[in-house]
């Protein structure tokens, strides 16, 4: 069974500060990680993809890949109260070259004003 | 910005019934796919679909659920003979390619009593 772990959090971060995320996969073969965003009662937003190893910035947000390691973060610099939401980290690729995302349990966010 | 849509935002049926989820996916998108997401749980894929026909289904999509592009717009997801443990909120995501980022609509919450 092909997984993705997230810590549940929740995590607590005051206002202005930088949230530092974390996912490990288990499919080495994994090819393509995405960040979403989900608040309570919504859907799944998507934040940041990421293919290759290394950073990648887009605003606030810096998505991180170490497929040595198995290992994708997500970091939220000056974070504001609405940030808080729940954070997903999903993969794709390996044995299946379909698309299919398999979604960790995601990382609650708190920003504290 | 093009969005996915789907309906209803809600669905009450009795166990037994069949019911028939909606969804719009974004128009040049050509990978489509449906998740559910039972309360307090991960997100979990059920099916992709490409060119017309399944690409991959998950255990959980078994029997009892079917897919269809009755046109060129509409995607939809059919569950024959609903049971209490089908209730969770039904996601519809479409991406344009396999190895992109999906971008998922509102979700319908199912509801089987």
């Known amino acids: 069974q092909k997984e993705v772990e997230q810590n549940s959090g929740p995590l607590s971060v005051p206002e202005g500060a930088i949230a530092s995320l974390n996912c490990t996969y288990s499919d080495r073969g994994s090819q393509s990680f995405f960040w979403y965003r989900q608040y309570s009662g919504k859907s799944p937003e998507l934040i940041m993809s990421?293919?290759?190893?290394g950073d990648k910035e887009d605003g606030r947000f810096t998505a991180q890949l170490n497929k040595a390691s198995q290992y994708v973060s997500l970091l939220i610099r000056d974070s504001q109260p609405s940030d808080s939401a729940t954070y997903l980290c999903?993969?794709?690729?390996?044995?299946?070259?379909?698309?299919?995302?398999?979604f960790g349990q995601g990382t609650t966010l708190q920003v504290k004003p | 910005e093009p969005e996915v849509t789907q309906t209803p935002s809600h669905q009450v049926t009795q166990m037994g019934q069949e019911v028939i989820l909606r969804c719009v996916p974004i128009s040049n998108h050509l990978y489509f796919y449906w998740y559910r997401q039972i309360l307090g749980q991960k997100v979990e894929f059920l099916v992709s679909f490409y060119n017309n026909e399944i690409s991959e289904k998950s255990e959980i999509f078994d029997d009892q659920f079917s897919v269809e592009r009755p046109d060129g717009s509409n995607f939809t997801l059919k569950i024959r003979s609903t049971k209490l443990e089908d209730s969770a909120m039904y996601f519809c995501?479409?991406?344009?390619?396999?190895?992109?980022?999906?971008?998922f609509g509102p979700g319908t919450r199912l509801l089987v009593l």
């Open positions: 995501a479409s991406s344009a390619g396999e190895a992109l980022g999906q971008y």
């Open positions: 990421i293919y290759s190893n």
């Open positions: 999903a993969v794709t690729g390996g044995s299946s070259n379909t698309g299919k995302l398999i």
